[in-house]
């Protein structure tokens, strides 16, 4: 049977030499097609970021000029002329800039362009496209774009409609009219990238259309959207274009597949035969070895004859070799002195250990012992000993049989030393070093630990870690736990973690500790017990809160010069002569530095609470009447969402008051900051309800429609927490909570109900 398979090694080999062939021209195909696609890849992402930042340039200069009618309504020609040339520094292909107030161009750059534009009505002159497009942008509000197709003969370049709005004093807007911005379109895809730029690139733009299976091409070769090509979604106004890219020609296949071919074929032939022809020789042989390998196979141990004077009198080949020893070399030599060495490493003689064990080999049958090769190496043996007897029952030598032991003694010995070393790292270093048990009592415990905190090991050793925490350092170690847990439950990484816990020290001080945390646990995933290493940041600690008073100091010094940003704009008022420009940059100057005070004063306020040192300015205040009040500021932004608020006070209260003694300033804000952020998180047209009621406790819950995001509800009243609101800071719901519970409550965000989030504020009567 063995035979028949050994002859299948050829057929075997050649199936073998097969599949790497075949491996082979499959990764030279995938590597050849990777490479293809790889390089266009990167020119069509290079030609689409030029794109993308062509498009953002006009967007950019669109808001730039929105912003300057925003500013000056009745801008001239002169001052626009300069504007205009002072933007397009930087901004290429753009043909003519048109300002069209009321709808009809009044404004052109570059002045030559005046005589083609100016008076032109965008809604009665132009193409049909255009015009529909003007129209929209002045009933959207949102810039309009015209792209013509590569067949298009009634739009013959690109165009921009930005409508404009401009915001009077009292807060009114009105329609001004719109910027129009006329592209060069050869010079626009020119500078992207769709002229030679990119020799053996095939480049294509289309704009899908929506209403049609039609698809417009923009730019490029059409048929390159048939070729299989690599595409790219460019974000315009209106929509999306698709940039597609392909190699001039198409995909093409690697160059080296033929000879891959051949040379496979070849190999599948010649290695069979090779193998046959060697396969044929070995097996002559076989016959030859076939009782020596026998031998060797069924004697891998040491075996040993020694007689009664210690002389070995057999041994086995393999014994030969293991020594070193030559055939029959070893016969008549003393095994003390030769196998064995006459001490050991405590220095006990061996011929009296032998002695004592051919007098009475049974005491010791097992044993394990070092011994020497020949050239000098040592070796550990472990031995099994019996004695020879004959048939009169009479001991005339003793049978050993050994086995090699050296790779599991180095083992031992290295681990040993290592024990060794980390016991006098762990025992010598400065930072604290600690272990834990699952009860989270301390099993053991650096000497270091004595320099830093004073303690002496034994009255550390069995009692447990809160013992030696502060309060807040308990609450972030059962935090840290938790997280070690979580991370307990992936095995492909060590659940571990770092922490700043504050350690209380002999003297009554205490002191911090930078903690690096680790979870230990059984096969079955069950906690053993807590690993630490702290190292002390106390200096650290002190720095930060050095570093805290000095920004609080700042910010407190600040306020002094605030006093003149927002008092000399009346001072420079009463002096008279201003205009109506000066007077508006005047009251800006004011209102930023109300603003920045009022920030400050917030800022403050606070550090306080969060130092325990904020004291309230408690008055009696009608909660009813403070929510309808932040209701009726928000009232803009109410009805431009079309929300609905409803206001409810339960527990038999007086509809019309609901009285609480609170700081009355304070309080404000946290209400306003919480019905503000209902109303942006609230949906179009959805609903908000409010909520009063005492019942031993005072509880106001604020409801919108709308769900907290899962990866944002644990972290909801977190410092800088935000849902990427634009303007949000994240400490909106943050300085909520401590206001909360600077007046002796607390606040909690509920998302049980699907579709649903409350906010829940509770305060002592």
Known sequence: MLKRFIYLIPLLAGLAVAAVVAFGYVADRDNHTEKIRADVLHIL???AARLEGALDAKQHLITALRSSIQANPDIQQ??????????LVHVGSVRSVWLAKDNVVSHVYPATDTGHAMGRSLLKSGPVLARGLALRAQETGAVQMIVPGQDSKEVTEIMFFAPVSVTLPDGSCYYWGQVVICLDIQAFYSKVGFSDAYPGISLALRKPENLSSKEVVLAGV??????????????????????????????TTS???VYILVGGIICILLVPVSFWAVLVMIMGRLADREKYRNLVQNAKSIILRIDMAGEIVFCNEYAEQFYGYKRGELIGKPLIGTLIPKKDMEGQSMKRYLGRLLKNPSAHPFNEIMNVRKNGEIVW???????????????VGLLCVGTDITDRKLMEEALRQREKQYRLLAENVTDVIWGLDADLRFTYISPSDEVVRGYKRYDVLGRFLDDFLTPSSRVRFKGALVLLEEQGENPAQPPSTTEALEFLCADGSTVWLECHLGILLNEEGDKLGVQGVGRDITDRKLAEALREDVERMARHDLKTPLGAVISLPGEVRRLGGLNADQDAMLETIEDAG???LQLINRSLDLYKMERGTYVLAKSEVDLLRMVERIKAEAMPQIRSKGISVGIEVRSGQQADAFLATVDEELFRSMLSNLIINALQASPESGSISIVLEKNGILTLAICNQGEVAHHLRDTFFDKY????????????TYSARLIARTHGGDIIVETDIPGQTSVVVTLPV
């Open 45 to 47: 992402n290079d030609v």
């Open 78 to 87: 002169e001052l626009f002329q300069t504007l205009s040339k002072g933007l």
């Open 222 to 251: 059409p048929m390159v959207f048939d070729m299989a090509p690599l595409v790219h979604n460019i974000s315009v106004p209106m929509g999306t274009w698709d940039l597609a890219a392909v190699p001039q020609g198409g995909w």
């Open 255 to 257: 160059p080296y597949k």
């Open 381 to 395: 043996v472990a031995w099994a000993n019996d004695s020879v007897l004959t048939r009169d029952k009479t001991m």
């Open 594 to 596: 109300e603003t920045m």
């Open 721 to 732: 927490s935000t849902a990427n609101t634009p303007g949000g800071s994240g400490l909106g």
